[in-house]
């Protein structure tokens, strides 16, 4: 199993990124997938997640309106447009993955079975 995320760097505030997630080594559309993001010091937290299918997304309230989870399950990818960002969004951004079937809610990091490496995400003011 992988996830390779991808998409990192730095940016000014109010400016955007999109992070792309690619899987490989199961099959993605029986899996639940994640966004989580770790700043200097502080503990991982959780970003957004979709279903298996996308047809239901979930945010955290940090970011509702501003960031936008998607996937193409064509290409085994899973992306997360980031608009408006802030200073306070720079993190260590991680994939994770999930199956469908999994128990617990997508804002919990035990839910996630597998992890990305981290992109880093760096927002100037």
């Known amino acids: 199993v992988q996830l390779q995320a991808s998409g990192g760097g730095l940016v000014q505030a109010g400016g955007s990124l999109r992070l792309s997630c690619a899987a490989s080594?199961?099959?993605?559309?029986?899996?639940?997938i994640g966004w989580f993001r770790q700043a200097p010091g502080k503990e991982r937290d959780f970003v957004a997640a979709?279903?298996?299918?996308?047809?239901?997304?979930y945010y955290a309230d940090s970011v509702k309106g501003r960031f936008t989870i998607s996937r193409d399950n064509a290409r085994n990818t899973v992306y997360l447009q980031m608009n408006s960002l802030k200073p306070e969004d720079t993190a260590v951004y991680y994939c994770?993955?999930?199956?469908?079937?999994?128990?617990?809610?997508?804002?919990?990091?035990?839910?996630?079975?597998?992890w990305g490496q981290g992109t880093l995400v760096t927002v100037s003011s």
């Open positions: 994770a993955a999930a199956p469908y079937y999994s128990s617990g809610g997508y804002y919990s990091s035990a839910r996630w079975d597998y």
């Open positions: 979709s279903t298996r299918s996308g047809g239901s997304t």
């Open positions: 080594g199961f099959t993605f559309d029986d899996y639940a």
